[in-house]
């Protein structure tokens, strides 16, 4: 009777599925549905909590006040998308502890653009305007998303986001219309993030494990590569206004299919940094790992708390 049931759950999830009706926590969804869902929620809230790392490290070394502000609210926004995300995914029947542990033992990724070093200010603009950017390409279709909580949570972030890439690109305008020097530092930037920013798409859509599967339940919207592309072509006039160099040598329009091409991306690099062999993964969850543990006397109040009015209820109810 079961084998039946689930039968027909299955053919009305299809059929939702196509008609672009959200899946809501309480509704019937196949197993490899909810697992697809955690892995990629996860991993998104993941990058957004250790994505504060390398901006958090330029809070107290921002060249002006106003600067510092901008950079501390940032911070604390990306630190917020986590937090939506992670109760998102929650609701999936998933543990916060769970879902942390997952990302301590290297068993759950983070984006692979948070390995790298933020080595002068000028990483600060061009994680706001590369970084943050190629995540707006990508999270915008994400707004569309088949499953209800996650749809919702990304209406908000990516409001929050475009005000993170116009921070971003405030910063290497003024850097790249600056003196030698902060043009020259500009320039460094760029040509450090462009590769990395470029990667955040995950591998091509032929070589992807999970690409298929997302396009098929509507989770992803758009390709690896089609998001790509969207990004570069939007991405080198920015770069035209900064009068800087581009980063690619081989980045030329290509007037028949009206598209920039680009050179191949050095995967053997992207797949070092995600398994965990990038510059900077080690510290990355070093310090998670030193302030989860520090933060545990917060977590160990609220449960705390939870279990004193959870005693007061049923007092009450005897």
């Given amino acids: 009777m079961q084998k039946v049931d ?30 697809n869902l955690i892995r990629q929620m996860s991993q998104h809230a993941h990058s957004e909590v250790i994505g504060m790392q390398p901006e958090g490290n330029w809070i107290t070394r921002a060249p002006t006040l106003r600067r510092k502000a901008v950079l501390l609210s940032k911070v604390q926004d990306e630190g917020g998308h986590g937090l939506y ?34 080595l002068t200010w000028a990483d600060i603009g061009a994680i706001g305007w590369l970084v943050d950017g190629a995540a707006i390409v990508n999270q915008i279709s994400l707004q569309r998303t088949s499953y209800g909580p996650y749809a919702r949570a990304m209406v908000r972030i990516c409001k929050e ?8 690109y405030e910063i290497m305008y003024q850097l790249a219309h600056g003196s030698v020097e902060q043009k020259a530092m ?18 091509h859509d032929s070589d992807s494990a999970h690409s298929g599967r997302s396009m098929q339940w509507k989770i992803k919207r758009q390709s690896n590569d089609y ?3 969207k990004f570069i072509d939007q991405t080198v006039p920015q770069i ?12 030329k329009w290509n007037e028949e299919k009206g598209h920039y091409d680009s050179g191949e991306i050095n995967w053997e690099e992207f797949y070092q940094v995600i398994n965990g062999s ?39 109810a005897a």
């Avoid at 500009?186 to 995950?202: E, T």
């Avoid at 035209?240 to 980045?251: A, R, S, T």
Wanted: charged share 30%; hydrophobic share 30%.
């Fill in 186 to 203: 500009a320039q460094d930037a760029m040509n450090r993030n462009w590769w990395p920013s470029l990667m955040m798409f995950g591998p």
């Fill in 6 to 35: 689930d039968a027909q759950a299955q053919i009305e999830f299809d059929r939702r599925i196509a008609d672009e009706q959200k899946i809501e926590p309480s509704d019937w969804m196949p197993d490899d549905y909810r697992k």
């Fill in 161 to 168: 986001e475009s005000f993170h890439q116009r921070q971003g």
């Fill in 240 to 251: 035209e206004v900064l009068g800087l160099d581009m980063p690619d040598p081989e980045l």
């Fill in 278 to 316: 990038g510059p900077c993964n080690y510290q990355r969850l070093k310090h998670h790992k030193k302030a989860h543990k520090e933060g545990e006397w917060v977590r160990e109040a609220v449960r705390a708390y939870q279990e004193k009015q959870q005693a007061k209820q049923d007092k009450t």
């Fill in 85 to 118: 995300l992670y109760s998102a995914t929650e609701s999936l029947g998933i543990t916060r502890s769970d879902l942390i542990q997952a990302l301590q033992t290297g068993m759950a990724k983070y984006a692979s653009i948070f390995n790298y070093p933020t």
């Fill in 227 to 229: 998001l790509r592309q």
